[in-house]
């Protein structure tokens, strides 16, 4: 192996090398400094004058007088079953304690794209145990559906929630989840692995845990292993994997913070012109394959900056995916969990995972029903600051009255409370017979007859 000595430059995590023979992107490169201590990196732009080397870890004691080998091979992932249960750092390793994982397989991290024509069309429901995902804004398997937060915002708690909760109801396949937190503090990592040995939810997970002081190398690679990883068990052993991806803001930073170390030309508010480019490569690695049992959900979760949905982050995550879940800062501060606000959240694929042979037939009504009630009351809250209730309509009265308790029962739930799809629909008629039954105009009436708790208890049909 040719050992080059011809640096040229180091910023930040970065190191310039000249005089190369042709090398490939995505090269691992391992640089030796003077007292023999290797160093491990990848190559991030190659050209016939210069190669651009990004370290995994911090590049001091790396000098101009430093050996850089070229391996000739690119970034694998070891995987095997005997993932499942273990936590690893952003970069692979264990940090459970355990023993070194034995490989069935090394895979390159990169993945391969899922050709269209071969795509299968998502249409299991998965049951999060949270009503206002499973009722409003369903999650399906093969789907892709971030979170949007906020900054303070418990979507760490519902992340974790999800993971513990998550199943495909009347499946045989298993089940498993693969969580990657990217840039998190030693707290949190702490908190995260203390939640998943607690619930007993480590036995069907991998957890890959970045932290803030870790490189920023890592960060980019981080949900790179973790897709490599859901993907083997998903279409190798034929499992439901679904995806937890917080916080892709911090790998956004990441990104931004290495452009700069490039000194490339930046895009909106500084970050690289290619972040699009980028995160479909981690997005789009989402999917089903047709005539194979296995699929990957993913559940990306981000902390929009400043509360502003408009960001670069959640605006290009907005144009990958199909919908997005918003956490709302003003039912936090109500101390609702989880304060999951429906009227800006949507699941564009929920209609094929719901109705008749997927949940319940009443499904998709009740969703209506209570979105348009909860809608309008929340609009009737900004009026009664002006006018006072005094001067509202029965009618808006009522509607006022359900947007309260929608946001107390059916929104608000407890942090291990595990809600079936029964169970929310069953709540949603309970907070739709609040309101006249003439109010209902969005549900067929032989659907109001057989499950409108006034018409099952005997009553006359309508």
């Known amino acids: 192996m040719k050992e080059y000595r011809t640096i040229n430059k180091i910023a930040g995590p970065l190191v310039f090398v000249e005089k190369t023979e042709p090398v490939a992107y995505g090269e691992l490169v391992n640089i030796v400094l003077f007292d023999g201590t290797i160093k491990r990196g990848q190559v991030l732009d190659t050209s016939d004058e210069l190669v651009v080397v990004q370290i995994f870890e911090t590049t001091t004691g790396i000098g101009k ?39 069935e397989k090394r895979l390159d991290i990169t993945g391969a794209a899922i050709n269209p024509y071969a795509r299968g069309m998502p249409a299991d429901f998965i049951q999060t145990g949270i ?37 495909v109801p009347g499946s045989t396949e298993s089940f498993a989840v693969v ?10 990592a702490n908190y995260f692995m203390q939640d998943f040995e607690r619930t007993g939810a480590l036995e069907r997970a991998v957890v890959f845990l970045n932290l803030a002081d870790d490189p920023a190398v890592e960060r980019i690679i981080t949900p790179r292993l973790a897709l490599t990883t859901a993907e083997y068990l998903a279409f190798e052993l034929g499992m439901h994997v679904l995806v937890i991806l917080t916080d892709m803001t911090n790998y956004c930073e990441a990104l931004r913070q290495i452009g ?32 194979q049992k296995g699929s990957v959900t993913q559940i990306p979760i981000l902390t929009m900056p400043g509360d502003d949905i408009t960001h670069p982050i959640p605006d290009l995550t907005g144009y990958i995916t199909e919908g997005q879940i918003v956490v709302n800062r003003e039912l936090h501060r109500k101390g609702i969990y989880p304060p999951i606000n429906v009227l800006p ?11 008749k042979g997927h949940t319940r037939e009443d499904h998709k009504k009740v969703s209506d029903q209570m979105y348009a009630g909860y809608a309008e009351g929340n609009d009737l809250r900004g009026l009664v600051a002006i006018v006072g209730k005094d001067a509202l309509s029965e009618r808006d009265r009522l509607l006022l009255e359900f947007a309260d308790l ?4 059916f929104v608000r739930q407890g942090y291990d409370e595990d809600r079936s799809i029964e169970d929310t629909l069953n709540l949603g008629w309970d907070l739709l017979s609040t309101l006249p039954v003439e109010q209902l105009t969005r549900i067929d009436r032989d659907l109001i007859n057989k499950y409108h708790p006034k018409f099952k208890a005997g009553a006359k049909k309508v």
């Open 65 to 103: 007088d430093s050996g850089v080998r070229f391996t000739g091979e690119t970034i694998k992932m070891p995987v095997g079953r005997e993932m499942l249960g273990r936590i690893l750092s952003g970069g692979g390793k264990p940090i459970d304690g355990g023993p070194e994982i034995v490989p």
């Open 131 to 167: 009503s206002t995902i499973d009722g409003t804004n369903t999650l399906v398997r093969g789907q892709k559906l971030p979170i949007f937060s906020g900054a303070g915002l418990p979507h760490n708690n519902v992340a974790l929630q999800i993971a513990r909760q998550a199943k």
């Open 179 to 188: 969580f990657a937190a990217m840039g998190i503090t030693k707290e949190e």
């Open 260 to 291: 700069a170390a490039r000194e490339e030309v930046p895009g909106r508010r500084g970050y690289p012109g290619y972040m699009y480019t980028d995160l479909a490569c981690i997005y789009e690695r989402a999917g089903m394959i047709k005539g």
């Open 345 to 355: 959240s949507l699941s564009r694929l929920m209609n094929l995972g719901i109705g």
């Open 406 to 409: 929608f946001e107390n029962r």
